[in-house]
C-alpha cells in the first residue's frame, strides 16, 4: 500500500535548537519525496523536493532509501519556523500525490 | 500573473443534494489536481487533469467527477452529497509535473 506517515503531530522546540520532522513511507516503486509547509493563514506551499538537494530557509531533507525516510532537518530553529508542515509522495506515471497528516511545528521564544 | 484561485469560499448543502466548486489556474499552468482535506487530515487527491482529460485518480467513488475547460480552469462536482464530504477542498494547478500551487480552498459543510 502506498502511504505516508508522520508519526508527530505537534513537535515543540525552543528557538535556536535543532529540529527533526519525521516522515517515513511506503511505495514500492521509485518515489519522488516532497515537504510542503503551511503559515498560518496562508495558502499550502512546497518546500523543498528531494530532487533538488537543496536547502530551503535552511531546511534539508534526505531521501533514504534503505529506511524509507524523508525527514525534514533544521540545524537551528526560528520562530517564524512555526507551521503546519506536511510530507508528500508522487507516484510515478499517474502523478498522484499522497500527504502525511502534518505535523505542527511550533518554535518558542 | 494571478495566483490559483477557487470559488466560492466557503458552501453549505444538506445531505443527497450536488455541489460544484470552481478553480482558475494560474496563468500558464496546464495541470489541475483536486485535493479533499477532512479537518485534521492531509490532503487527500481526489483527480488530476491534464490538457482537459483526466490523468491519474485517487481512492473516490465515481460520484466525484471532475472538468477541465481550454483555458485549463476546472470544475469538481459531487453527486449525492454524504455528511462525509464535509471538508475543505483544494485545488493546485501546475506547467506538467512541475511545482504545484494552491489555491485557498472551498470550505464544503453537508449538513
Given at each position: 500500500a502506498?502511504r505516508?506517515t508522520?508519526p508527530?503531530?505537534?513537535?515543540?522546540v525552543?528557538?535556536?535548537?535543532p529540529?527533526?520532522?519525521?516522515?517515513?513511507?511506503?511505495?514500492?516503486?521509485?518515489?519522488?519525496?516532497f515537504?510542503?509547509?503551511?503559515?498560518?493563514?496562508?495558502?499550502?506551499?512546497?518546500l523543498l523536493?528531494?530532487i533538488?538537494?537543496?536547502?530551503?530557509k535552511g531546511?534539508t531533507?534526505d531521501?533514504?532509501k534503505g529506511?524509507?525516510?524523508?525527514h525534514l532537518?533544521?540545524?537551528?530553529?526560528?520562530?517564524?519556523?512555526?507551521?503546519?508542515?506536511?510530507?508528500?509522495l508522487?507516484?510515478s506515471?499517474?502523478y498522484k500525490?499522497?500527504?502525511?497528516t502534518g505535523t505542527?511545528?511550533k518554535v518558542?521564544? | 500573473?494571478?495566483?490559483?484561485t477557487q470559488?466560492?469560499?466557503h458552501l453549505i448543502?444538506?445531505?443527497?443534494?450536488?455541489?460544484?466548486?470552481?478553480?482558475?489556474?494560474q496563468?500558464?499552468h496546464?495541470t489541475?489536481?483536486?485535493?479533499?482535506?477532512?479537518?485534521?487530515?492531509g490532503?487527500?487527491?481526489i483527480?488530476q487533469?491534464?490538457?482537459e482529460?483526466?490523468?491519474g485518480?485517487?481512492n473516490?467513488?465515481p460520484?466525484?467527477s471532475?472538468l477541465q475547460?481550454?483555458?485549463?480552469?476546472?470544475e469538481?462536482?459531487?453527486?449525492?452529497?454524504?455528511?462525509?464530504?464535509?471538508a475543505?477542498?483544494?485545488?493546485?494547478?501546475?506547467?506538467?509535473?512541475?511545482?504545484q500551487?494552491?489555491?485557498p480552498?472551498?470550505?464544503?459543510?453537508v449538513l
Amino acid at each position: 500500500a502506498q502511504r505516508v506517515t508522520q508519526p508527530e503531530k505537534l513537535l515543540s522546540v525552543f528557538k535556536g535548537a535543532p529540529v527533526e520532522l519525521k516522515c517515513n513511507y511506503s511505495y514500492s516503486g521509485s518515489p519522488e519525496l516532497f515537504w510542503y509547509v503551511q503559515y498560518s493563514r496562508q495558502r499550502l506551499q512546497l518546500l523543498l523536493r528531494h530532487i533538488s538537494r537543496e536547502s530551503i530557509k535552511g531546511f534539508t531533507a534526505d531521501l533514504n532509501k534503505g529506511e524509507t525516510s524523508f525527514h525534514l532537518k533544521k540545524p537551528f530553529a526560528q520562530e517564524e519556523d512555526s507551521a503546519m508542515y506536511y510530507c508528500a509522495l508522487r507516484t510515478s506515471g499517474t502523478y498522484k500525490y499522497i500527504f502525511g497528516t502534518g505535523t505542527r511545528l511550533k518554535v518558542l521564544a | 500573473e494571478t495566483g490559483v484561485t477557487q470559488s466560492p469560499t466557503h458552501l453549505i448543502k444538506t445531505r443527497g443534494q450536488q455541489v460544484t466548486l470552481r478553480c482558475s489556474s494560474q496563468s500558464g499552468h496546464n495541470t489541475v489536481s483536486w485535493y479533499q482535506q477532512a479537518l485534521g487530515q492531509g490532503p487527500q487527491f481526489i483527480f488530476q487533469y491534464y490538457r482537459e482529460e483526466e490523468n491519474g485518480r485517487g481512492n473516490f467513488p465515481p460520484r466525484f467527477s471532475g472538468l477541465q475547460f481550454p483555458n485549463y480552469s476546472s470544475e469538481l462536482n459531487v453527486n449525492a452529497l454524504e455528511l462525509d464530504d464535509s471538508a475543505l477542498y483544494l485545488c493546485a494547478s501546475s506547467w506538467d509535473s512541475n511545482e504545484q500551487f494552491f489555491g485557498p480552498g472551498t470550505r464544503l459543510t453537508v449538513l
